[in-house]
């Protein structure tokens, strides 16, 4: 054991974790390393039975069940063609509209993200649907790409989202008020940037114009109805199967997981895609990312074990609370950081990384729990946009890297990111955006 002062450990900490980063070692195992280096100097080999009881204690969290089943849920929606129907179906509703395509694609992002949960589906879909399209009638490339990652990364707040059950498992907080508080401030995102991309295109006709008239009087009003009926009707029963029994306290999170999945496996055997091979492919792809949230998981809680263990929470409690900005000057700094630490790490490594540290803050400064989390939550979206290390741009850029330039992504997704810091600050005047809906919905 070395003695070291609990202000040069949490600086070296966090060195070092910045260092892994930038040379482009995996999180897991940056985290993981950390933990055993720090806990050698720490306490020596004993270290490791610490760690032992902390990895268990993450294994052991029934909740956790919930991620791999939406993620399953989520896979076989991605092969049941859903996105595809409601996208064509909202084109001709939306069609006449400047900017319709767009519209399109973030109310379509909007459902589709509720069925989901994962950035990844609805980026790369939503991408490989639209940018044709967009292609064709001349829309503007910026607010293209930039509407598409936007709306793709509702999916981190719209229930059923992975990122929400580890926050509640974090937080200790109901998965059920979690999902519920989110709701809101994602349909509050979502009128925003339809609001940005109308304004725009009415101002300039020419960033989004309407589809031609010949393709819309080529299907009648009926025709229509019936395609945004035929596919609108099966991901609302998806979504009601599993909010609504999560909701009226019929399911447990996990158990409405798993109802997700059964609903989901019935949608794509009604859709009439089910393959063997497109099941074996979404079983390995569950596996593929359950095993890395696992991973970084584990590698996390030890992490955060040691790094508390060293006094290093109080060290930077101490450090922001001695800034002496107040309440709400704390608050705004605590986001500031996950702002800019979104820019390099992933929104589980942020999760894990702070909570153990804000949250007490946050509960010394009398906040609301709750809405402190989905606060988080709110301003993390920004973390799949923001370069550069934004997922969202990585994923619009991989559907056809050879005519997508990086360059229009980036400038796209600027307005975007300033609506989501608009958001932002409007659910902190009025917290019952967050608040209202899990006070009626659950007790």
Request: neutral net charge.
């Given at each position: ?8 450990i ?19 195992f ?102 044709p ?12 790409y ?11 707040l719209?229930?059923?989202?992975i ?21 809101l ?8 940037y ?10 300039k ?59 989901a ?179």
């Open positions: 054991m070395i003695d070291i002062s609990p202000e040069m949490t600086i070296l900490m966090f060195a070092g974790l910045l260092i892994g980063l930038f040379m482009g070692h995996p999180l897991a940056v985290l993981g390393g950390l933990a055993v280096i720090f806990g050698l100097i720490g306490w020596g080999p004993s270290i490791f039975y610490v760690f032992m009881n902390r990895i268990w204690g993450t294994m052991d969290n029934y909740v956790l069940l919930a991620i791999p089943l939406f993620v399953f849920m989520a896979q076989l929606l991605d092969q049941s063609g859903v996105a595809d129907d409601l996208f064509k179906a909202l084109r001709y509703v939306l069609g006449r509209v400047r900017g319709g395509i767009l519209l399109a694609v973030i109310v379509v992002s909007t459902i589709f993200a509720a069925c989901t949960g994962i950035i990844g589906a609805s980026v790369v879909t939503m991408g490989l649907l639209a940018v399209m967009m292609r064709k009638y001349g829309y503007d490339k910026p607010m293209s930039g509407a598409i990652c936007a709306g793709g990364t509702l999916g981190i719209i229930p059923p989202s990122m929400l059950v580890i926050m509640a498992s974090e937080a200790t907080l109901s998965v059920g008020k979690l999902f519920a508080a989110a709701i401030p994602r349909i509050l995102l979502s009128i925003l339809l609001l940005y991309v109308g304004i725009r295109c009415f101002i006709p020419e960033l989004g114009p309407p589809i031609s008239e010949e393709e819309r009087a080529g299907v009648t009003s009926g025709q229509i109805a019936i395609m945004v009926l035929k596919s609108l009707v099966p991901p609302m029963i998806l979504i009601l199967g599993v909010l609504g029994s999560l909701f009226f306290g019929i399911a447990t999170p996990t158990e409405a997981s798993g109802v997700g999945a059964f609903l496996f019935v949608m794509v055997l009604a859709y009439r895609k089910f393959t063997w091979r497109g099941l074996y492919r979404a079983v390995i792809q569950t596996a593929k990312i359950n095993t890395m949230v696992i991973i970084i998981l584990c590698g996390a809680t030890c992490f955060t074990g040691v790094f508390l263990g060293v006094g290093g929470g109080d060290v930077v409690t101490d450090f922001v609370m001695g800034l002496g900005l107040g309440k709400w000057g704390t608050f705004w700094t605590m986001m500031a950081i996950v702002f800019v630490l979104g820019m390099f790490i992933d929104w589980i490594g942020i999760v894990l990384i702070c909570f153990p540290i804000f949250l007490p803050i946050a509960q010394q400064l009398g906040f609301d729990m709750l809405w402190f989390v989905v606060m988080i939550a709110v301003n993390l979206q920004s973390s799949f946009l923001t370069p550069p290390f934004g997922y969202a741009l990585f994923y619009i850029k991989g559907i056809d890297p050879a005519t997508i330039d990086i360059k229009d992504v980036y400038r796209g997704i600027v307005p975007f990111v300033a609506l989501m810091i608009i958001g932002l600050v409007a659910c902190a005047l009025f917290p019952q955006i967050i608040t209202w809906l899990p006070g009626i919905l659950i007790d």
